[in-house]
């Protein structure tokens, strides 16, 4: 099935862009979690956002959540990992399964964190941001983990089946388990220490920390989101952030994006009016293909 609109991301500008587009009657799925932003969550009071004030993140979670219901619109719990513009359409990749769309809104959030040095000079060259893709190169070799959240140790677990030498770097917190998590196979060795750098010729080979190096043939860094350059290749960005313009358009054509991934200030209810411009101008992108299709036809 090819999806109108495709939407990276279940926060505010993600699902704001969801019911915008199926009002208008657009086929639409969005890809997210089921906590739909562990952000918003996490916010202990909310007051700038209109109608909705002295309300916990998770409150008003809940209200995204009984408006999106309401409207029979379901989270696609899949990561996307790669999203590849092929001409009058888009291939939206999740491990080995491909998604298509003929638009895209990108509501992915921010990603804090600074990358490690060497991660995007060596992306594609060792450096990878999904296991379950690439795991077949690595059969019989030496690779790292570098993870940022809980579900990075299933992919540690995965790999572990094929490499013949897994390290696991948690960069998150763990309280009271320095091998990260029982549900670590325990042939699996646990470095908790922050890579400073990883290393390489033409390809990877090794992860230096602050007093020593690992050999290893692959790095995977599983975060939350990927940068926006490694996952729409080819897309113009600003720093971390989605170059668009004044109708969330990206430099891709029938792509757009929306909230904070698109730039400052980090808001909610600036969230929210974004994804409401993306789905707009999605939905005109797609009338205005239906036109031109049906002048072709009568041509």
């Given at each position: 099935?090819?999806?109108d609109i495709a939407?990276?991301?279940?926060?505010?500008?993600g699902?704001s862009?969801?019911?915008n587009?199926?009002?208008?009657?657009k086929s639409?799925i969005?890809f997210?979690?089921e906590?739909?932003?562990?952000?918003?969550?996490?916010?202990?009071?909310i007051?700038?956002y209109l109608?909705?004030?002295?309300?916990?993140?998770?409150?008003?979670?809940?209200?995204f959540?009984?408006?999106?219901d309401s409207?029979?619109?379901?989270?696609?719990?899949k990561k996307i990992n790669?999203v590849?513009?092929?001409?009058?359409?888009?291939?939206l990749?999740?491990?080995?399964e491909?998604?298509?769309?003929?638009?895209v809104i990108?509501?992915t959030?921010v990603e804090?964190g600074?990358?490690?040095?060497?991660?995007?000079?060596f992306l594609?060259?060792?450096?990878?941001y999904?296991?379950?893709?690439?795991?077949?190169?690595?059969k019989d070799k030496?690779?790292?983990i570098?993870?940022y959240?809980?579900?990075?140790e299933?992919?540690?677990n995965?790999?572990?089946?094929?490499?013949?030498k897994?390290?696991?770097?948690?960069?998150?917190?763990?309280?009271?388990?320095?091998?990260?998590?029982?549900?670590l196979?325990s042939?699996?060795?646990?470095?908790?220490?922050?890579?400073?750098q990883?290393h390489?010729?033409?390809?990877?080979n090794?992860?230096?920390?602050?007093e020593k190096?690992i050999d290893?043939d692959?790095?995977f860094?599983?975060?939350?989101?990927?940068?926006p350059k490694?996952?729409v290749?080819?897309?113009e960005?600003?720093g971390p952030?989605?170059?668009?313009?004044?109708n969330?358009?990206?430099?891709?054509?029938?792509?757009?994006?929306a909230?904070?991934c698109v730039?400052?200030?980090y808001?909610?209810?600036?969230?929210a009016?974004?994804?409401?411009?993306?789905?707009l101008?999605a939905v005109?992108?797609?009338d205005?293909?239906?036109?031109?299709?049906?002048?072709?036809q009568?041509q």
């Amino acid at each position: 099935m090819r999806y109108d609109i495709a939407i990276v991301g279940s926060g505010p500008a993600g699902l704001s862009a969801a019911i915008n587009g199926k009002i208008r009657n657009k086929s639409v799925i969005v890809f997210g979690n089921e906590n739909l932003s562990n952000k918003l969550i996490k916010a202990p009071s909310i007051d700038n956002y209109l109608g909705f004030f002295e309300i916990s993140g998770d409150e008003l979670k809940n209200k995204f959540k009984e408006h999106i219901d309401s409207m029979g619109i379901d989270i696609c719990q899949k990561k996307i990992n790669n999203v590849y513009a092929m001409g009058d359409y888009f291939a939206l990749m999740s491990g080995d399964e491909m998604y298509e769309a003929t638009t895209v809104i990108l509501a992915t959030g921010v990603e804090y964190g600074k990358p490690i040095k060497g991660e995007e000079e060596f992306l594609g060259r060792g450096v990878g941001y999904c296991a379950t893709c690439d795991a077949p190169l690595y059969k019989d070799k030496k690779v790292a983990i570098i993870g940022y959240n809980k579900e990075s140790e299933e992919e540690a677990n995965f790999l572990n089946e094929i490499a013949s030498k897994t390290y696991f770097i948690p960069m998150y917190k763990n309280e009271g388990l320095m091998r990260s998590s029982n549900d670590l196979d325990s042939s699996i060795e646990v470095i908790n220490d922050r890579p400073v750098q990883i290393h390489g010729d033409n390809l990877v080979n090794k992860v230096a920390f602050k007093e020593k190096e690992i050999d290893v043939d692959g790095v995977f860094v599983i975060k939350d989101s990927a940068s926006p350059k490694s996952l729409v290749p080819g897309i113009e960005t600003d720093g971390p952030h989605i170059k668009v313009d004044i109708n969330m358009k990206t430099s891709i054509e029938g792509c757009f994006a929306a909230g904070d991934c698109v730039g400052k200030p980090y808001s909610y209810i600036k969230s929210a009016g974004q994804g409401q411009i993306a789905a707009l101008n999605a939905v005109a992108y797609l009338d205005k293909l239906k036109i031109e299709q049906r002048k072709q036809q009568q041509q």
